[in-house]
């Protein structure tokens, strides 16, 4: 409810300033980055939960981007670019396994396991590609920026994601798993959770939705960037967080983390059509995140209350 609010009276705001801020083509635009973060931010959503992190989904994400760029180009078919898909994802599984199986197998510290994992990922890609290369055919971009009006059809998707997601999550023995790893490991595992094999499935299907959110880039950027997907890391811890997920563990909502991402991308985009500075597209998110963060802690602290 917080940050549907914020949405509405920041988007008010600034198309009184700007009416062009509520454009089809404004809101096209912000609605199609905010498809791929919100892929990468939901599969955070289920390491979080699990009480870890992972700090390797923006390097991830940029390595999903350079492996397509060499099945991509002009001198490569449909069948080339699908085993490149085929290959992205395989790599991205093998990542969360390997994620998965150092935290919970090894004992490792999910916090040093990803950011060791950050840095060897960001080394792969600019070994691949030292600098930007494999221009996409037109062809793979019109097909993923597909819209509808100025509803894209990946937005669609990502909605329809995350209901699901939030349904399996309240109403199925795995989601209710995740919620109790968190929440309370030992009591978890005392009521019968496969609490290692939870825990490992969320790093895989973490790192499956950030390479489904590279996929979304790759058809954005139009170019095997190494260095495309950095930004991505911080920025879903922080859309998951926003949206009402605890740092440790036991609680968070797909929904909730799909609004903060539109909040998050709407507040980026808001900087230009207000005719504010560059800082401000650091400024203004940061100052707005802490405002719905403290909002939404109030809010949940009077409803324990009572």
């Known amino acids: 409810m917080i940050l549907a609010a914020l949405i509405i009276l920041l988007a008010l705001y600034t198309s009184s300033v700007n009416p062009k801020f509520l454009s089809d083509r404004s809101l096209s635009g912000t609605l199609l ?18 009480g870890g992190i992972d700090l390797s989904v923006g390097p991830l994400t940029g390595l999903v981007v350079v492996i397509l760029s060499f099945f991509a180009d002009a001198d490569h078919g449909t069948g080339d670019f699908i085993l490149g898909l085929v290959l992205a994802f395989s790599v991205a599984a093998f990542i969360g396994l390997i994620n998965g199986f150092l935290v919970r197998v090894v004992k490792l510290s999910p916090l040093i396991t990803t950011l060791a994992m950050f840095i060897a990922l960001q080394g792969v890609s600019l070994s691949l590609r030292s600098t930007p290369d494999g221009f996409f055919r037109r062809e793979i971009a019109q097909t993923f920026n597909l819209r509808f009006g100025f509803l894209p059809a990946t937005f669609i998707v990502v909605v329809i994601v995350a209901i699901g997601l939030e349904i399996i999550l309240r109403k199925t023995r795995f989601g209710m798993g995740v919620r109790a790893v968190g929440s309370n490991e030992v009591s978890a595992y005392r009521l019968g959770a496969r609490v290692d094999r939870t825990a490992i499935l969320a790093y895989v299907l973490c790192s499956l939705f950030a390479a489904a959110g590279g996929v979304l880039l790759a058809a954005q950027v139009g170019v095997g960037d190494p260095t495309v997907g950095q930004n991505y890391t911080l920025q879903s811890i922080s859309a998951v967080v926003l949206g009402g997920a605890s740092i440790f563990g036991g609680r968070g909502s797909f929904l909730g983390a799909l609004a903060a991402v539109l909040l998050i991308e709407e507040i980026t985009a808001t900087t230009g059509f207000l005719g504010l500075g560059t800082a401000w ?20 602290k009077g409803s324990e209350a009572h």
Do not use: C, D, N
């Open 33 to 50: 980055l905010a498809s791929s973060l919100a892929f990468i931010s939901l599969g955070q959503l289920f390491v979080l939960m699990t």
């Open 281 to 300: 597209q650091y400024w203004l998110p940061g100052l707005l995140i802490l405002v719905a963060t403290a909002l939404y802690s109030r809010t949940r």
